[in-house]
């Protein structure tokens, strides 16, 4: 538990680190990008756990007392990413700044950071890979022996490690993007949604279903179609 906290703790520290940096640069006001920063912590942090607690209402629901235990772990990550997103819209409302260049500012922080709390349930095996044999050829090679939640171990697909290095690929390729407004933060919606919706696919752990897709999937085919949207719709502004 202490190495899921250590992680945890620097994914936060180091996305709100560089997020900070990265606006200090641009010229943006102190008072704004701390209020972003606490704000989007915040209420990405309570909609991870309020996320995690309505997948989890069979058991929450007669320990109502554990929910508001955060620091015991449990939390899901991609409804925290979406309401920490969508918290900071109300900030830049408050101080009347245009919200898409702040997502833009947003998506290099929010990747390398993302990577960084896989590697966390990497340590206590949250969001754990499906078992694999040797008969499934290339999710053989993509695997390695890891524990699930409750600490059964044996050769799983490496879902965390996969996803810690395609959001550390993400950061490098965000980085040196163009900062054409909008563009940034459609190929980040694009990187991230494509993670969700492939290694959606490849996880062990339960989660609901609809139609065949697990909610983490349909949430990340939402936001590939959001961020291929928003990327359209910044080089015809660019064309013009």
């Given at each position: 538990?202490?190495?899921?906290?250590?992680?945890?703790?620097?994914?936060?520290?180091g996305?709100?680190?560089?997020?900070f940096?990265?606006?200090?640069?641009?010229?943006?006001?102190?008072a704004?990008?701390?209020?972003?920063?606490?704000?989007?912590?915040?209420?990405?942090?309570?909609?991870?756990?309020?996320?995690?607690?309505?997948?989890?209402?069979a058991?929450?629901?007669?320990?109502?007392?554990?929910?508001?235990?955060?620091?015991?772990?449990?939390?899901n990550?991609?409804?925290?990413?979406?309401?920490?997103?969508?918290?900071?819209?109300?900030?830049?409302?408050?101080?009347?700044?245009?919200?898409?260049?702040?997502?833009?500012?947003?998506?290099?922080?929010?990747?390398?950071?993302?990577?960084?709390?896989?590697?966390?349930?990497?340590?206590?095996?949250?969001?754990?890979?499906?078992?694999?044999?040797?008969?499934?050829?290339?999710?053989?090679?993509?695997?390695?022996?890891?524990?699930?939640?409750?600490?059964?171990?044996?050769?799983?697909?490496?879902?965390?490690?996969?996803?810690?290095?395609?959001?550390?690929?993400?950061?490098?390729?965000?980085?040196?993007?163009?900062?054409?407004?909008?563009?940034?933060?459609?190929?980040?919606?694009?990187?991230?949604?494509?993670?969700?919706?492939?290694?959606?696919?490849?996880?062990?752990?339960?989660?609901?279903?609809?139609?065949?897709?697990?909610?983490?999937?349909?949430?990340?085919?939402?936001?590939?179609?959001?961020?291929?949207?928003?990327?359209?719709?910044?080089?015809?502004r660019?064309?013009?």
């Amino acid at each position: 538990m202490l190495a899921y906290r250590t992680w945890l703790n620097g994914a936060l520290v180091g996305g709100a680190l560089l997020f900070f940096l990265m606006g200090r640069r641009r010229g943006l006001p102190l008072a704004l990008l701390l209020d972003l920063v606490l704000g989007g912590i915040l209420a990405g942090l309570l909609g991870a756990r309020a996320g995690y607690v309505a997948l989890n209402w069979a058991y929450f629901r007669d320990h109502l007392g554990e929910a508001i235990r955060l620091w015991q772990g449990g939390l899901n990550g991609q409804i925290g990413l979406l309401v920490g997103l969508l918290a900071t819209g109300p900030v830049c409302a408050l101080h009347r700044t245009r919200w898409l260049p702040i997502l833009d500012l947003l998506a290099v922080p929010l990747a390398l950071g993302s990577g960084l709390a896989w590697l966390a349930c990497d340590g206590v095996g949250c969001a754990w890979g499906r078992p694999v044999y040797p008969t499934d050829g290339l999710l053989w090679r993509l695997s390695a022996d890891l524990p699930d939640l409750y600490g059964l171990q044996e050769p799983r697909v490496a879902v965390q490690r996969l996803a810690a290095g395609g959001n550390g690929l993400l950061a490098l390729l965000l980085w040196w993007t163009s900062e054409r407004p909008g563009r940034r933060f459609a190929l980040y919606l694009v990187g991230t949604g494509g993670l969700f919706l492939l290694l959606g696919g490849w996880r062990g752990d339960p989660m609901p279903a609809l139609g065949g897709w697990r909610l983490d999937q349909l949430l990340g085919l939402a936001m590939l179609l959001a961020g291929l949207a928003l990327g359209w719709g910044s080089l015809r502004r660019g064309s013009r």
